[in-house]
């Protein structure tokens, strides 16, 4: 299958202080990835769409100010949460699907802990 | 948008039994995976099936899609079977929909 892989793995921040987490299609290029969030024992759900070239789109109740998308090539989608505070404590994962393929493929998650 | 609806929340089976896990959806798909998150937070795909049967060693799934439901078949669970199966859906290229997962835990 084909390899998404996000950096870092985790990071840990002083809160008011910003973060980028990169996610990267080693072996595909997608014009679209997904970014979805997961608070402990819960599920995961959906922040944003990012667009390669265009603009995210983002979920309801998704501040598009604190959570940025940047899209910029075809292999690399960075999140960067700005100003974080404690309660943006989660596990962020990316996915895309592989060009022609309905399947996504995920990587491996980043764990965010804001002090 | 799309619901989907996974049971039971939580299983807890001795090493060697067989077991179940059902997803429900409610709206036509093109894209339904299930996903085995490990303790560690990774989702491991386990399988891609809209429709139809596959196996892959002690692993089957089958989706009915005509009655929007899908099956995940343990047999001769593991120790290291256990942690949350995701069952996840879309149409097209949109997002996945994730249910709100099993919960499993394997004892010896």
């Known amino acids: 299958g084909a390899v998404v892989s996000q950096h870092p793995s985790r990071v840990i921040c002083k809160s008011g202080t910003s973060v980028k987490i990169e996610c990267r299609s080693l072996?595909?290029?997608?014009?679209?990835m997904f970014w979805y969030r997961q608070f402990p024992k819960k599920s995961l759900m959906l922040m944003a769409t990012?667009?390669?070239?265009?603009?995210?789109?983002?979920e309801q109740g998704v501040e598009k100010d604190k959570f940025l998308i940047n899209h910029a090539s075809l292999t690399l989608s960075t999140l960067t949460v700005t100003s974080a505070h404690p309660e943006d404590s989660s596990f962020y994962i990316c996915?895309?699907?592989?060009?022609?393929?309905?399947?996504?493929?995920f990587g491996p998650g980043t764990r965010l802990t804001v002090l | 948008g799309i619901q989907v609806e996974q049971s039971p929340p939580d299983l807890i089976l001795q090493e060697g039994a067989n077991s179940t896990l059902r997803c429900n959806f409610s709206?036509?798909?093109?894209?339904l995976q299930w996903f085995h998150q490990n303790p560690w937070g990774q989702l491991i795909n386990l399988f891609y099936?809209?429709?139809g049967t596959k196996q892959n060693g002690r692993l089957s799934a089958t989706t009915v899609a005509t009655e929007r439901y899908s099956l995940l078949y343990i047999s001769s669970s593991q120790t290291t079977d256990s942690g949350v199966y995701f069952c996840a859906v879309a149409s097209g290229n949109t997002p996945l929909v994730f249910g709100k997962g099993t919960r499993l835990s394997v004892i010896a």
């Open positions: 099936i809209p429709s």
């Open positions: 990012s667009n390669e070239g265009s603009k995210a789109t983002y």
């Open positions: 709206d036509s798909v093109n894209n």
């Open positions: 996915s895309a699907p592989s060009a022609g393929r309905y399947e996504q493929f």
């Open positions: 072996d595909f290029q997608a014009t679209t």
